[in-house]
């Protein structure tokens, strides 16, 4: 008696998996599945390390000795020589020239293009391989990766049945007189020398400089060893083989 019942309920569970295409083999993929992959639970990673303690500061013991000041007094040049130069302007005077007052220019006519609507069904998504969450016959978690199917659509687009075009137009210079200013006579420099200038200059030196004489006392460093965590744990996917995970 209990091996027909047994036999029943391997029976229903085997028509349970070939109704399901997403349940088959237990490994929930379908029969677009291209790969499958398992959640695994990663454990935390730790490790021993050292490192430095201050046990007892540095400090630094400082000594001043103040500045010794003194008078100097040197002559010192207040204006150095120098050479001069004496300008004389130059004289100008004008004269008539004929010139361009607008030059030559091209203008364009543009004829717009002659368009028509046409219609034409494109490929929006060529449908291609994507990842899908799925569970299989023991509640296990899955991904797998799966071939999608290609999508189109109808568009409606502008066709130029006659391009623009654009027509030239030319238009001549215009000339002017105008008056132009020209040198009469060049301008003219006159090279001249100033002596330098002298005076005394009382300033207040340092003999000898402040000075700060510093002693320092290094601190005093221990090592400390202490339990890090270097990778903490967390889950992963594992790539399964169909029909070989059911158990």
């Not at 047994?6 to 929930?28: E, N, Q």
């Not at 030196?205 to 339990?227: D, K, M, N």
């Amino acid at each position: 008696m209990w091996k027909f019942a047994a036999s029943a309920c391997i029976a229903v569970a085997l028509s349970i998996v070939a109704a399901s295409p997403t349940l088959a083999f237990g490994d929930g993929c379908g029969d677009r599945t291209i790969e499958c992959y398992n959640k695994v639970r990663l454990p935390d990673v730790y490790a021993t390390r050292t490192r430095p303690v201050l046990v007892s500061p540095g400090w630094r013991e400082v000594v001043p000795a103040p500045a010794l000041y003194g008078r100097y007094t040197t002559p010192v040049e207040v204006r150095p020589g120098r050479w001069r130069w004496t300008m004389t302007p130059p004289v100008y005077g004008t004269r008539l020239q004929r010139v361009v007052v607008a030059p030559a220019s091209r203008t364009y006519d543009v004829i717009p293009p002659i368009t028509r609507r046409v219609t034409q069904r494109v490929v929006v998504s060529r449908g291609g391989i994507r990842w899908e969450r799925r569970r299989d016959l023991f509640g296990r978690e899955k991904l797998c990766k799966v071939v999608g199917s290609p999508e189109t659509r109808t568009v409606v687009r502008e066709v130029i049945v006659s391009p623009a075009r654009r027509i030239a137009h030319r238009t001549a210079p215009v000339y002017g007189t105008v008056a132009v200013p020209v040198l009469i006579r060049p301008g003219s420099a006159q090279r001249v020398y100033e002596p330098p200038v002298h005076a005394l200059y009382s300033r207040s030196v340092v003999v000898r400089p402040a000075s700060v004489g510093v002693f320092y006392h290094p601190p005093v460093v221990g090592v400390a060893r202490e339990t890090v965590l270097v990778r903490a744990g967390g889950y992963a996917w594992s790539r399964s083989r169909p029909g070989f995970d059911r158990w």
